[in-house]
């Protein structure tokens, strides 16, 4: 019945620009309606014809060349890494005061912001192997930076994010910081042996320095000592970065045989040393940049099941402490980040004024995050929210919804799942992320469960987007933490003892995982190996002495 007045008052509206009111012309077109048979949408008539036997047939040239063309018609990807980027970017607002009008007019026009994305490791070897691998840290027993995941027995036959693309027909290309570097007798491995591809970063040119600041180490702490800034006389366009976003740019005036690419450019700021032109510092006169709150007490409340506090303030925050520093090494971070956002406009912009604007994936996301004097500290690791969150940017064109904060729970390590399905990839079965393609279609879906975010050995915390569950399972002996973001959302108030809250620390410890792998081996040589040997004879004669 009510299909049937529908109809009447569509065809009413229909009429009614041939003279007809709306009312007037109801009367006719019921009339008409009762002299027509009523003929079912849809329905088949029953056919006469004896069926046929099918034959199988070869698919033809032509059947073939289709396909193909459907096939390069797939979404390319560009994949870019923001080394050390916590989330002080306007979209996401970490830290009101940044000034990153490129990622923000990204955010504006086509990416969704994931408001809540989260590193599944807090430092970047780790962060790195879990998302390029697509397997957890507690599966790959990939803990920290000196691990090399290539050596890592449960990675021995797994294809690695790049590898999976190639495999499948598209073209991988890279530069910068994919993954994490390491020494090696013979270079540098910088995960080239991954990509289709692989353009050695240039350097750049600092072409000196235009000043330079590092607080004075705290008890001659060495953890200190790359804790510096300062302004590089070099102009923007012979930095790395701007060099690595113009390759990243001319890529995009390129054929690849028809294959779809995955282009994967890796930046190196806000990564200590903080050093970019002046330009960047000057966005943020030290007098009217407000500093970060410190919350002095806010280590207290963390503690073994002894009672013993298990963290203290970092050498760095000491540091800058000591020296009174703490707004100068800010407005570093923030310079850095301006900096990269400036870069990063080369490479949106160029890719906007390409052919591939319209079927370009891009996504763009920080490793893991970094303190700037929260719970003391100037640094990556641990895993309050600081470190665990992270910015994440999704452009899918005719999926995504530009100006939108998505607040769906997702990790790095599912980002290798989305991308095979949005690219309609076959699925991986080594993948061990969780797919949130279906988030960026529909994102007022039921969606969010605990995510894991691991550092080191048995040490896990969890978030669901509320709760922050922690648990030191590894060398902090059982220590927990449980902070509620709905009334506590910089995490100063450890509610894990409290009575209350054991339900819930229940419910968390359901999603921690089973099995927790041993370290791999550690790569031949360590970063700090390299830096010893480059200090020289004198300090290896002075070992050799004592
Ligand atoms: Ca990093
Ligand atoms: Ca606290």
């Not at 989330?87 to 912001?113: E, H, S, Y």
């Not at 990509?195 to 330079?212: I, Q, R, S």
Request: neutral net charge.
């Amino acid at each position: 019945m009510k299909i049937k007045n529908l109809l009447l008052t569509s065809l009413a509206k229909n009429l009614s620009p041939l003279g007809l009111s709306r009312r007037s012309a109801l009367p006719f077109i019921q009339a008409a309606l009762l002299l027509t048979p009523l003929v079912a949408i849809g329905a088949v008539p029953e056919s006469t014809q004896p069926v046929q036997e099918a034959k199988p047939t070869a698919p033809g040239k032509a059947e073939l060349e289709e396909a193909a063309k459907y096939q390069s018609k797939g979404f390319n990807v560009l994949f870019i890494a923001v080394d050390d980027l916590n989330d002080w970017v306007g979209c996401f607002g970490g830290n009101p005061q940044a000034i990153t009008p490129n990622l923000d007019r990204l955010a504006k026009q086509q990416a969704m912001v994931m408001n809540k994305a989260y590193a599944a490791s807090t430092v970047c070897g780790p962060s790195r192997s879990a998302l390029l691998s697509g397997k957890r840290a507690a599966s790959i027993g990939v803990y920290g930076n000196k691990e090399n995941m290539q050596f890592a027995p449960k990675l021995k036959d797994v294809a690695t994010l790049p590898q999976y693309f190639s495999k499948h027909g598209y073209h991988t290309l890279s530069t910068g910081k994919i993954f994490h570097k390491h020494p090696t007798e013979d270079g540098m491995d910088e995960g080239q042996w991954a990509f289709d591809e692989f353009a050695e970063p240039t350097e750049g040119g600092k072409g000196g320095m235009l000043w330079k600041k590092c607080p004075p180490a705290v008890d001659g702490d060495e953890k200190s000592e790359d804790f510096r800034w300062g302004a590089v006389k070099a102009p923007v366009e012979k930095t790395k970065d701007y060099l690595a976003c113009k390759w990243a740019a001319d890529q995009l005036q390129r054929d690849f045989e028809g294959k779809p690419f995955f282009l994967a450019l890796g930046i190196s700021k806000p990564h200590l040393p903080w050093e970019v032109p002046q330009q960047f510092f000057d966005l943020y006169p030290l007098d009217k940049l407000k500093a970060v709150d410190i919350v002095r007490d806010d280590l207290n409340d963390i503690v073994d099941k002894k009672g013993k506090e298990l963290f203290r303030p970092d050498p760095r925050f000491e540091a800058a402490d000591k020296a009174n520093l703490h707004l100068e090494a800010q407005q570093a971070y923030l310079a850095n980040i301006s900096y990269v956002d400036y870069c990063l406009g080369v490479i949106f912009e160029a890719l906007a004024k390409s052919k591939y604007a319209d079927n370009t994936i891009i996504m763009l996301w920080g490793d893991h995050g970094w303190h700037l004097s929260e719970k003391m500290k100037y640094g990556k690791t641990d895993l309050w929210e600081e470190s665990c969150r992270v910015p994440l940017l999704v452009s899918v064109p005719g999926v995504t919804t530009p100006d939108f904060k998505c607040e769906g729970v997702v990790n790095l390590l599912d980002m290798y799942p989305t991308l095979v399905e949005l690219c309609g990839l076959p699925p991986n079965a080594e993948n061990e992320g969780r797919s949130f393609a279906p988030l960026l279609k529909n994102s007022s879906m039921e969606w969010n469960v605990p995510t894991l975010t691991t550092y080191q050995y048995k040490n896990h915390s969890l978030t669901d987007g509320r709760y922050r569950y922690t648990w030191y399972g590894g060398k902090k002996d059982g220590g927990e933490e449980l902070y509620d973001h709905s009334v506590d959302p910089l995490e100063h108030k450890n509610l894990a003892a409290n009575p209350e809250s054991q339900e819930i620390i229940a419910r968390f410890k359901k999603y921690l995982p089973t099995y927790d792998e041993p370290a791999a081996p550690r790569n031949k040589l360590s970063g700090d190996d390299k830096k010893k040997m480059s200090k020289g004879k004198k300090k290896k004669k002075k070992d050799e002495d004592e």
